[in-house]
């Protein structure tokens, strides 16, 4: 029997958004191997830590929005088991192309994955739910899927962030959707916002249902150690946790590690501990 667990309402969808189905096509990011490694080198190091483990040898992962596969790619030379699942078709064509015979790339929604109840020990959503047409439903497929011990690795784009990071331009994410599609045009960004972001409190609505575990500032605060040159300004490697505190509203980007079940974070003690923010 399925243990789906009921999603808070979504936010009323864009009219006419349709799922993006060949997005490695329309942002060049996707094809940049060094920058998706580096994503994904972060990834590795903050499950190792939550975990307490030197790799990730033996656990089943879903990688959701996989698309090109270069994290996937990653994850599996930690010792992760990987599926990437995906609908953007040519992404998937180049992953397949590129590490077909170590790992499995399926054409699949993130709300609808062909696996079996609690059968996924690492599920990764890293920067999709902005995507997908209900984030609410990728999360309740997420919940399903997770093994009692599972844990889910979530980086979630901040509606607040100052500079939307799809298209570079400073408070689009803030705007009404009708103003945003105005902005882009006059900016000749394209036809119109495509992405939904969500602030802070609707994430952790977003992400009831489990046990979650806020990285965000001990990643910030220990960036190196978490290989997190992406998000942290070389110059900005050692700011105390007061620095990043100043900055809180405004973040572009929140580290979460979710689990239905009780494990804590088991890695060593770190500058500033991860916080429990949701208690399922």
Same mark, same amino acid.
């Given at each position: 029997?399925?243990?789906?667990?009921?999603?808070?309402?979504?936010?009323?969808?864009?009219?006419?958004?349709?799922?993006?189905?060949?997005?490695?096509?329309?942002?060049?990011?996707?094809? $940049? @191997?060094? #920058?998706?490694?580096?994503?994904? !080198?972060?990834?590795?190091?903050? +499950? /190792?830590?939550?975990?307490?483990?030197? *790799?990730?040898?033996?656990?089943?992962?879903?990688?959701?929005?996989?698309?090109?596969?270069?994290?996937?790619?990653?994850?599996?030379?930690?010792?992760?088991?990987?599926?990437?699942?995906?609908? $953007? @078709?040519? #992404?998937?064509?180049?992953?397949? !192309?590129?590490?077909?015979?170590? +790992? /499995?790339?399926?054409?699949?929604?993130? *709300?609808?994955?062909?696996?079996?109840?609690?059968?996924?020990?690492?599920?990764?959503?890293?920067?999709?739910?902005?995507?997908?047409?209900?984030?609410?439903?990728?999360?309740?497929?997420?919940?399903?899927?997770?093994?009692?011990?599972?844990?889910?690795?979530?980086?979630?784009?901040?509606?607040?962030?100052?500079?939307?990071?799809?298209?570079?331009?400073?408070?689009?994410?803030?705007?009404?959707?009708?103003?945003?599609?105005?902005?882009?045009?006059?900016?000749?960004?394209?036809?119109?916002?495509?992405?939904?972001?969500?602030?802070?409190?609707?994430?952790?609505?977003?992400?009831?249902?489990?046990?979650?575990?806020?990285?965000?500032?001990?990643?910030?605060?220990?960036?190196?150690?978490?290989?997190?040159?992406?998000?942290?300004?070389?110059?900005?490697?050692?700011?105390?946790?007061?620095?990043?505190?100043?900055?809180?509203?405004?973040?572009?980007?929140?580290?979460?590690?979710?689990?239905?079940?009780?494990?804590?974070?088991?890695?060593?003690?770190?500058?500033?501990?991860?916080?429990?923010?949701?208690?399922?």
């Amino acid at each position: 029997m399925s243990d789906r667990v009921p999603a808070p309402a979504p936010p009323p969808a864009s009219p006419g958004r349709e799922p993006q189905l060949a997005y490695s096509d329309l942002q060049p990011e996707m094809l $940049d @191997e060094g #920058g998706r490694r580096q994503k994904a !080198a972060k990834i590795v190091a903050v +499950l /190792k830590h939550f975990l307490g483990r030197v *790799d990730l040898s033996g656990l089943v992962t879903a990688d959701i929005g996989c698309s090109t596969g270069f994290i996937a790619d990653t994850l599996c030379q930690a010792g992760a088991a990987v599926t990437g699942y995906d609908i $953007d @078709e040519p #992404g998937l064509g180049r992953a397949r !192309a590129r590490f077909g015979q170590s +790992l /499995k790339f399926v054409n699949a929604p993130g *709300d609808a994955l062909p696996v079996p109840d609690a059968s996924i020990d690492l599920v990764v959503f890293n920067h999709i739910y902005e995507h997908v047409i209900d984030a609410d439903a990728v999360m309740t497929e997420i919940r399903r899927v997770l093994s009692p011990d599972g844990v889910v690795y979530l980086g979630l784009g901040n509606k607040h962030g100052v500079v939307e990071p799809h298209y570079k331009l400073p408070f689009l994410s803030w705007l009404p959707k009708s103003a945003a599609d105005r902005y882009v045009r006059a900016a000749k960004r394209g036809d119109r916002y495509y992405e939904t972001f969500r602030t802070r409190s609707d994430l952790l609505k977003m992400c009831a249902g489990l046990n979650v575990w806020d990285y965000t500032y001990t990643v910030l605060t220990q960036s190196r150690d978490f290989q997190a040159d992406d998000m942290v300004p070389a110059k900005l490697a050692n700011a105390p946790l007061g620095v990043w505190k100043t900055f809180a509203p405004i973040l572009p980007t929140f580290i979460w590690v979710g689990t239905p079940g009780q494990q804590r974070p088991a890695g060593p003690p770190a500058r500033v501990n991860p916080e429990r923010i949701i208690q399922a």
